[in-house]
């Protein structure tokens, strides 16, 4: 779902890390310490081979994703999502998977949602399926009222986003409004569709899935067209494939970045050591401390919270991410700032990376 997140301001070593860790312990919390077992997701690692990859041998790993990354590209999507298709079906298996992303533009100026959204078209063992994303100018999470003021409007311009994707992708995909947040839904009952990202205005992406392999590369397309003239950022990923499978999507148009994602198991104490490895572009994360706001905020509505360690170009920095904010926006930075020990602010991630 989206999320309220936060994070300080300037670079911090890791011994400042820690420190923060302690600061959190002396209010009661129970954060990781430096020896504890942590799960630390890597992004946007740039390799020039799968080989490199071996350079995180010293740690166990998992979730292992390949991305090729175009940026400023301006080709055809339908030929670049079906040569990544054409080579998908030779190396296909219970555990790969591939998808191509690219944005698509609303044809509508709205006030409360980006003109830019993003769909996905890919490729699981036995079914293909397309995913379309829309990105709101404003966080709301579920159950907040504080965007009720201007709901209808929030729900009108959510339907229209989806409407728009629908039509230009032929799906038989109804929208209603329901318990005051826009529902998707299929009369057809037996076709696999999911609904996620949801905020306090119902959801903020659906996933079609279809047992033709073929059935949605032509109507992705043209979701994709309506994002011309404008250059894109394009992307695929590729998990489960072998190496010499690999090889052969690398030279699908070769001049793509490539970059990896994965989970690494380590110990806090190893991420400056991890960090180092995924240098310069690379970054990671890593859980500090989970906790109930309401143990520090007891007159509140309860919220969850994460306190992450976030990684990049040798330096660290902490967020904290929270499913709905307890206090005011003022309040919440003053609170967070006596909790973390360093000033911060407010934050929310992009919802395509």
């Not at 009720?148 to 929030?154: F, I, L, T």
């Not at 999911?194 to 659906?206: L, N």
């Not at 690398?250 to 380590?266: D, F, K, L, M, T």
Request: charged content about 25%; glycine content about 6%.
């Amino acid at each position: 779902m989206r999320e309220h997140r936060w994070e300080t301001t300037f670079p911090l070593t890791f011994n400042q890390v820690l420190a923060v860790g302690e600061r959190l312990a002396s209010l009661g919390l129970k954060p990781a310490v430096a020896t504890k077992d942590v799960i630390c997701y890597v992004e946007e690692w740039t390799v020039e081979s799968p080989e490199d990859f071996d350079q995180l041998d010293a740690w166990s790993t998992e979730d292992m994703t390949l991305i090729h990354v175009r940026e400023g590209w301006r080709g055809d999507f339908f030929l670049l999502a079906g040569a990544y298709h054409t080579i998908y079906q030779r190396h296909q298996d219970v555990g790969t998977y591939c998808s191509v992303s690219h944005p698509w533009r609303i044809r509508e100026a709205l006030q409360l949602h980006d003109q830019r959204s993003m769909l996905w078209v890919g490729f699981r063992h036995a079914h293909s399926f397309v995913r379309v994303r829309i990105q709101t100018r404003e966080v709301f999470t579920p159950g907040e009222t504080c965007g009720d003021r201007e709901r209808m409007r929030w729900l009108d311009e959510r339907r229209a986003a989806f409407l728009e994707a629908i039509a230009v992708l032929e799906l038989p995909i109804e929208t209603h409004v329901e318990k005051d947040a826009v529902a998707l839904c299929l009369p057809d009952t037996t076709i696999p569709f999911f609904c996620s990202w949801p905020d306090a205005f119902g959801p903020c992406q659906f996933e079609y899935n279809t047992s033709d392999a073929f059935e949605l590369l032509v109507p992705a397309s043209k979701l994709a067209a309506t994002f011309a003239p404008e250059p894109a950022g394009v992307r695929a990923y590729l998990t489960g494939f072998s190496e010499e499978a690999l090889t052969e999507f690398q030279a699908i148009e070769p001049g793509a970045r490539i970059a990896y994602r994965c989970s690494v198991h380590c110990s806090l104490n190893d991420l400056p050591a991890v960090l180092e490895v995924i240098q310069p572009d690379g970054r990671l994360y890593a859980t500090l401390c989970e906790f109930q706001t309401q143990l520090l905020l007891p007159e509140s509505d309860d919220a969850s919270a994460i306190i992450g360690v976030v990684g990049f170009n040798g330096q660290f920095q902490i967020e904290a991410r929270l499913n709905r904010a307890p206090l005011d926006a003022d309040a919440m930075v003053e609170w967070m700032e006596r909790l973390i020990g360093h000033p911060v602010i407010y934050a929310p991630l992009p919802a395509f990376i």
